[in-house]
């Protein structure tokens, strides 16, 4: 198993955009919480950051796709706002140990 990266390479309030095996991945740190999605907008299949590693809006509150602006919920992936508003992004399970975060096998 290899591991995704470090949470103390993810700041309280940032993201971190991560690739992994030719994947694109991003996790948002909030409240102490690790959140990780595929970076792959469910409106377009684009990729959502807007610069490396940014994936947050202005606030640092919410997910912004730098195509056409959609909003999602960080804790969730949900979108409440934008062309794909209803949909949610893709939740990656992962696994904390020892502080590296890891992919979580899937069956």
Request: proline share 4%; charged share 10%.
């Amino acid at each position: 198993m290899q591991a995704l990266c470090h949470i103390d390479s993810i700041a309280e309030g940032q993201s971190l955009g991560i690739e992994h095996q030719g994947q694109h991945y991003f996790a948002v740190r909030k409240h102490g919480q690790i959140f990780l999605y595929r970076n792959q907008c469910p409106h377009l299949g684009c990729n959502l950051d807007w610069q490396e590693h940014q994936f947050l809006d202005s606030s640092a509150s919410l997910i912004q796709c730098c195509h056409h602006g959609a909003l999602f919920l960080i804790d969730s992936g949900q979108c409440i706002s934008g062309p794909c508003q209803g949909e949610q992004l893709q939740t990656i399970p992962f696994t904390l140990e020892q502080g590296w975060l890891y992919l979580r096998a899937q069956p």
